[in-house]
């Protein structure tokens, strides 16, 4: 498995031991309610999987021409001079690195027969792959889905594209990492990072029937699509003041919801800690809630840094959580936020009845969920 599978399969079966599930997967002997395969869905957000350097650069290494240039030649199989470098690969080293892989293996370790998909949206991906989860439920596919993402940017490729985006810096190897990432600081530096989070997502009924514990509702889910790219610096970048495919995800969400922006008691956005993605969110997020863009935010960048396609699985789950404990989590920050209410603060009790998620991403794609108390 590539490391992007691996953290999805490991999310996937801590959700279902969390929720009180038997699956195909569990342990002999596990006690719980055993789900039926084909009311059980599957979504989960994905990126693209980079290539083990030591698995691609075996075959490179045979591709090369006397001046150290790559031949195309060297690395086919077909025509006059070919070396048939490519064959130095895994037989199944497509297959190891397939998007839909972190669906492909959760789906048949738990067994799920309903619905399954994969959405590839960057930050976004999650997002949407949870609301999907919810309107396959609504349409009377199945009774619950494994939902969220996952995705690791560590290793080398994937570092050097997120470098060459902007959406990473280098820092010194004595930086303190707790003062790296600084969500709504001009001083702050992106931070990639790798994670996954994974949900339950549930229809009422179902969940109540069988004694559920449930930590929030999903009360409304938006998309909405920004063409031009968050790249910074990138030409043609947009609006450098506003994400509007993020605007419209808000509004969408909120209308789903059937709430107004001021009942919207706490935010839990992206929050990438690069200056220029964060000032179009938080555009964004004063756009679609006027003055309620000012409510407390939970920040789980700067203990993560940013994970892509996994980052949101995360972030409903600190949503959730804060609902159901009613409680905002501690935030790490070490300078001072513009306009936002992300600054370093301890965990505190808070009256929540409504936390908005939301996340722009890479491509342009957004999303937003709103989740309510129950």
């Not at 086919?76 to 839909?100: C, E």
Request: overall charge negative.
């Amino acid at each position: 498995m590539a490391r992007d599978i691996e953290l999805a399969v490991a999310a996937a079966k801590y959700a279902a031991e969390d929720a009180g599930l038997v699956t195909r997967g569990s342990e002999e002997g596990a006690e719980g309610f055993r789900i039926t395969g084909s009311r059980t869905g599957c979504n989960i957000g994905a990126g693209q999987i980079s290539a083990e350097p030591d698995e691609l650069g075996r075959a490179l290494a045979e591709s090369l021409a006397e001046d150290g240039s790559f031949d195309t030649r060297k690395w086919g199989t077909i025509g006059d001079g070919a070396g048939g470098a490519m064959n130095n690969l895994p037989p199944l080293w497509l297959l190891k690195y397939l998007p839909n892989m972190l669906a492909c293996h959760v789906t048949i370790i738990h067994g799920c027969e309903g619905p399954s998909n994969t959405i590839m949206g960057a930050e976004a991906g999650a997002l949407q792959s949870i609301g999907e989860g919810v309107r396959v439920i609504e349409r009377g596919a199945a009774d619950l889905c494994f939902a969220g993402g996952a995705e690791s940017r560590i290793d080398p490729m994937g570092l050097a594209r997120m470098r060459l985006a902007g959406r990473a810096s280098e820092v010194p190897a004595d930086a303190d990492p707790a003062g790296v990432v600084r969500p709504y600081d001009s001083a702050s530096r992106g931070v990639i990072g790798e994670s996954a989070g994974m949900l339950i997502v549930e229809e009422a009924s179902h969940a109540a029937e069988r004694g559920a514990r449930v930590y929030a509702e999903i009360a409304g889910f938006g998309c909405g699509m920004d063409s031009r790219p968050m790249t910074p610096g990138a030409p043609g970048a947009g609006d450098p003041n506003e994400d509007r495919g993020l605007t419209r995800a808000i509004r969408r969400a909120l209308a789903d919801a059937g709430i107004e922006p001021g009942q919207i008691d706490a935010i839990v956005p992206m929050a990438a800690g690069v200056p220029e993605l964060d000032r179009r969110e938080f555009g964004s997020l004063r756009a679609a809630l006027g003055e309620a863009a000012g409510r407390p935010m939970i920040t789980v960048t700067p203990y993560t840094g940013n994970s892509l396609a996994g980052h949101g699985g995360l972030t409903v789950a600190a949503g959730a959580k804060a609902l159901a404990e009613g409680r905002l989590p501690a935030r790490l920050h070490a300078g001072s936020p513009e306009g936002a209410d992300a600054g370093a603060s301890d965990s505190r009790e808070a009256a929540l009845r409504h936390v908005l998620v939301c996340s722009g991403s890479f491509g342009g794609q957004a999303a937003a969920l709103v989740l309510r108390r129950v």
